[in-house]
Each structure stands twice: as structure tokens, then as C-alpha cells.
């Protein structure tokens, strides 16, 4: 195997025996190879739109499969062949839907070689060799490191972006221009493209069109849960039957809010779930009593210590400890092979295992943060921030955010924010926040200084607030005092990266360590284009910042 998509790849540059993540080479075999036929699907996808035909069936299908080839979604190779099974049924329907098309208009429909001509093996052997065929290795020694590379970042671009579109269409929001370019970047790589301006160009346009995936999902969440308001969540265990929800499928949990209704049972939010709290239509259930826990990486330990049962929507899963594997369950495109997958959204089994847990036997102390600053609730107060930035009260805004993981080198982000002096306001989000969002930062004049805008999609809501801020200064992101520090693990980050790129967004500082899959030329472009940098240490970047 050979996988360099995550930030916690091995040394560095690459997992090639296993996965740091607990991937294992036959999964990363059938990964690889899911992705090859996405490119084949996405071929005949591409060409048929041009002629005027698509068909949703396909569109949702690249998106889904995509996902799944996250880092820590789908660890099931059972799962993952029949998702293999269905993506030949899919190409073959693209194909025809394509053929049609082409023969309906007079044209004589085009041979498509590569990826387009895959058939699946017919046993698992079998397409684990195919999987081994299409590995990134592969192509890193046949194109070079540079080429290999940027293709990676446009495949995990996709990647990022498709689970966002995901989850927006899920709650029934989703845009034709989104769907196309899936296909269109697809095919593109389908060709093995070599030219540098040319990968790079797509890569913003990846960018660029998963900002409109963001505020797609932005519209799916605020249409159906109401616009964040700031909340007060308790952080500490309520005594009785409890249920732990992590991941970031809302719906998912207001499913789960609606069946445990009544039923003598405590929810919980983990990780990247802790911002449903300030949505008013999730926040009404008085039996979502806090937040538990923290981040992702944290859930070995912290699940074994829960009295309940635990629900994973989507990705960050970890191979779950033999204390819990029979109280998790996965839900979505989530899978681990031997934990039970509900499917339909009928969370019976979640619940049965809950009201058979011990529960907490006590309260525990009270004690809250504060959620739900996303962009109407900051912008209700644009005038106030206005204010204090120009009459210097405000010295400075921080974005520091991203998503968090396991190397010690993280504690910069702890650092950073602990010596952000009193002037200056901190805007965090995604499941980076963890790393401080339990302290006490106080507030300037009544603003917050540690304002949590959300979930790692809710990067939205930052642009949204920076875009505002130029706007009422009359002047461009750029110009704002406001720095953008980022933490990356997976490649939601990628995408989102790729969305402040496009957007023109420079300085941006880089870490923990950078992406491997980023080769030292590519960097050199980045550095040239958008000076973005390593983070270095919290005090000699807070000097190179403030000066
Ligand atoms: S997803 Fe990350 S940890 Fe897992 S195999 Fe790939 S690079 Fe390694
Ligand atoms: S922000 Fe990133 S690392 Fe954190 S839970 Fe979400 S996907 Fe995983």
C-alpha cells in the first residue's frame, strides 16, 4: 500500500505496511481502486452532461464513494466491495446514459480508455490486485513526485468537498454546477494530466466550487436548524442513560434526538458534533444535555469511559477498544468491520444498548462553554466589532482552526492561543478547538474573546465574517488584522485550504507539519503565489504577526 493523504502519515511521507489510522493495505487497495472508478464513472458522466444528460443516481454516487475514501470513514473491505459492485452498475448506466445522448444528437459517441474500461474483479482477491494497479506508487514513479502529487491534492480536494456536498444533500440542498464539476475534475485526472499550470488551475477551481459546496451546506443547515445562536453547553455528565453522538451528520442526530424522546435518555455531542448545540431547532431537545469529551483522537480513551452507548456519523472513527465495541455503531458512509451499521436512520439498536449501559451514576459539576457563533450571530454585533477594532480596542483577529489529531507538535495550537494578548479576539472552529476551547478567555467590551463559529465546514462562516469586515473597512481580506492559522489532519482541511487560496487569501501559516503529498517545487509555487508558511513556534509567530 501507499497512502500519504493524511497529516499523521508515516514519518511523515507515507504509510506503505499499514495505516497510522488502523488502515489496512487490503483497504487501501480497495480505496485506491474505488477512486480509479470514479475517474471511469465520471468520464461518461462529464461527456453526457455536455450533451444535456444526467441523472442524480450517478451524481450522489461520486460524491458518496469519494467520501468514503476519507481518512477514518471506511474500514470495511466488505463495505467497501459492494460499494466497488455498485460503482461498475453506476459507470455502466453513465455509459449509456452518455451513448444515448451522443446517438440522439448524431454524434458517434467516444472510445474512453483508462479508468473508463475498468470491470471488476469478481472476488475480493481479485480487485484488491486491480486496487494494487491503480496505487498512487505507481503513479509517483511513472509521472514523478511533483505531478504525482498535485494530482493528489486535486483528488483530495475532491474528496474534502464531496463530504461536504454529501452532507448537504442529505438535508435535500444541492446545485447542478457542483455535481458537474465532480465529473469534470474526475475526467480531467481520468487523463493523467502532467501540466503544472494546468493541475494547478483545477485545484483552484476545486477551491472555488467548494465554496459554493460550503454555502450550499451552510443553506441546508441553517434552513433546517435555524442560523447558530450563542449557546451555553454543559461539558460535564448528567446522571442517568446516556448516548454519545460524534461525527458531523446533523440529521443524523436529530433522528436520534426524535426516537430518544421520552425515553429516559441523556444525549450527548463529541468532537465535531458540539456546535449542533447552538442551532435552535436541535437545541429545543431538552434531553441534549452537553458536550463530552473532546476531540476525535481522544475517543480510544474517553468511549471506554462512557457509560452509554456511542454513535459515530461520519468520519473521525478509530478502531473502537473491546470495552465498547458492542455499544458503537456507525452510521452513513462511517463503517468499521464488526460494529453494528445502522442503516435508515432507525437508531433502536443505539437505544437498546444505551438503556442497557449503567449510565452516570452522578452529576457532575456545572460547568459551560459557549457555541454558536456562526456568521449571523457575529455579524448581529458587526456594528459593536467595528468599533472596538477602530477605536483600538480590538488590536487583531486570529483564525485558529482546523481539524486536530494525535502528534504532540499540536500543542503549538494550545501555545498560540494562551499567548494571543488580551487586545486581540481568537475565531476557532472545527475540532482544533479542543485544544483550548475549555479555557477562560474573557471578553473585550462585551465581544467574546474566543468565538466558536462551528464545525470545520463552518470555515463558510469565517470567510463570511472576514469578507464583512473588508467590507466595513472598506479594504480587502488581506489588508484586515486578522491572520488565518491553520491546523490540518484529513482532507476536509485540503479543500478548505484550496477555498482560501482561490480566494486570494495570503500569509496563511501551516500546520502541524505540511502535507507530504507536497513536494518542495509545489511548495515553492505556494510560497511564491499565496506566502503561505510552517508554523514555527507561538512566539515567534505572534512576533512576526503583531510585530
Ligand atoms: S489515511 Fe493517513 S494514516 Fe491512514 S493510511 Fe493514509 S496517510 Fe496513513
Ligand atoms: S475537523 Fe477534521 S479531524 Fe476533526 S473530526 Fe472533523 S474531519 Fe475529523
Wanted: with cysteine.
Amino acid at each position: 500500500m501507499f497512502c500519504y493523504q493524511c497529516e499523521q502519515t508515516f514519518e511523515g511521507k507515507g504509510c506503505t505496511k499499514y495505516g497510522v489510522c488502523g488502515k489496512d493495505p487490503t483497504t487501501a487497495a480497495l480505496q485506491d481502486l474505488l477512486i480509479h472508478a470514479t475517474k471511469g464513472i465520471a468520464a461518461f458522466a462529464h461527456r453526457a452532461r455536455q450533451l444535456g444528460a444526467r441523472d442524480r443516481e450517478i451524481d450522489v454516487f461520486v460524491v458518496e464513494a469519494l467520501f468514503s475514501a476519507v481518512t477514518n470513514v471506511n474500514f470495511d473491505p466488505q463495505r467497501l466491495k459492494e460499494l466497488l459492485m455498485r460503482a461498475a452498475k453506476v459507470r455502466d448506466k453513465a455509459k449509456t446514459l452518455y451513448e444515448d445522448a451522443a446517438q440522439a444528437g448524431g454524434k458517434t459517441p467516444e472510445r474512453l480508455p483508462g479508468p473508463a474500461g475498468w470491470t471488476p474483479a469478481d472476488s475480493l482477491d481479485g480487485l484488491l490486485e486491480q486496487g494494487i494497479s491503480v496505487s498512487i506508487a505507481d503513479r509517483r514513479e511513472r509521472l514523478g513526485d511533483d505531478i504525482a502529487g498535485l494530482q493528489e491534492l486535486l483528488t483530495y480536494g475532491l474528496k474534502g468537498a464531496a463530504a461536504y456536498a454529501d452532507h448537504a444533500q442529505i438535508l435535500g440542498v444541492e446545485d447542478e454546477t457542483v455535481w458537474a464539476f465532480f465529473h469534470e475534475a474526475l475526467d480531467f485526472l481520468a487523463s493523467e494530466p502532467t501540466d503544472v499550470d494546468a493541475l494547478v488551475a483545477m485545484c483552484m477551481k476545486c477551491g472555488e466550487v467548494n465554496l459554493k459546496v460550503m454555502e450550499l451546506l451552510d443553506a441546508a443547515n441553517t434552513g433546517a436548524y435555524g442560523s447558530p445562536v450563542p449557546t451555553s453547553v454543559r461539558v460535564e455528565p448528567v446522571k442517568g442513560k446516556a448516548i454519545v453522538v460524534s461525527g458531523h451528520d446533523l440529521k443524523d442526530l436529530e433522528e436520534l434526538l426524535k426516537q430518544t424522546q421520552g425515553k429516559g435518555i441523556n444525549v450527548y455531542t463529541h468532537g465535531e458534533m458540539l456546535p449542533a448545540h447552538g442551532y435552535p431547532q436541535l437545541k429545543k431537545y431538552s434531553h441534549l444535555v452537553g458536550n463530552y469529551g473532546g476531540a476525535w483522537q481522544d475517543q480510544q480513551k474517553e468511549f471506554a469511559a462512557f457509560p452509554g452507548a456511542i454513535l459515530m456519523t461520519t468520519n473521525c472513527i478509530q478502531k473502537p477498544g473491546d470495552s465498547y465495541k458492542d455499544r458503537i455503531f456507525t452510521s452513513g458512509l462511517v463503517a468499521w468491520p464488526g460494529v453494528t451499521h445502522i442503516t435508515d436512520r432507525d437508531f433502536s439498536p443505539v437505544i437498546r444498548a444505551a438503556l442497557a449501559a449503567d449510565g452516570f451514576p452522578d452529576d457532575g459539576p456545572d460547568k459551560t462553554i459557549t457555541v454558536g457563533f456562526g456568521h449571523d450571530a457575529v455579524l448581529g454585533v458587526a456594528g459593536k466589532v467595528v468599533e472596538a477594532v477602530k477605536s483600538g480596542a480590538i488590536r487583531h483577529f486570529f483564525l485558529i482552526g482546523g481539524c486536530d489529531g494525535a502528534k504532540s507538535g499540536r500543542n503549538y495550537y494550545t501555545e498560540l492561543a494562551t499567548a494571543v494578548p488580551k487586545d486581540c479576539v481568537i475565531l476557532t472552529l472545527a475540532c482544533g478547538k479542543y485544544r483550548f476551547n475549555k479555557l477562560d478567555f474573557g471578553d473585550i467590551n462585551g465581544i467574546p474573546r474566543l468565538l466558536d463559529i462551528g464545525q470545520c465546514n463552518d470555515a463558510y462562516s469565517a470567510i463570511q465574517i472576514a469578507l464583512a469586515l473588508a467590507n466595513a473597512f472598506d479594504t480587502d481580506v488581506n489588508s484586515l488584522p486578522l491572520s488565518f492559522i491553520l491546523s490540518w489532519y484529513e482532507q476536509k482541511a485540503v479543500v478548505i485550504l484550496l477555498t482560501l487560496l482561490h480566494l486570494g487569501i495570503q500569509n496563511i501559516r501551516l500546520g502541524p507539519s505540511l502535507p507530504a503529498f507536497v513536494t518542495p517545487n509545489v511548495l515553492n509555487l505556494l510560497v511564491e503565489k499565496f506566502n503561505i508558511a510552517p508554523i514555527t513556534t507561538a512566539g515567534e509567530d505572534l512576533k512576526a504577526i503583531l510585530g
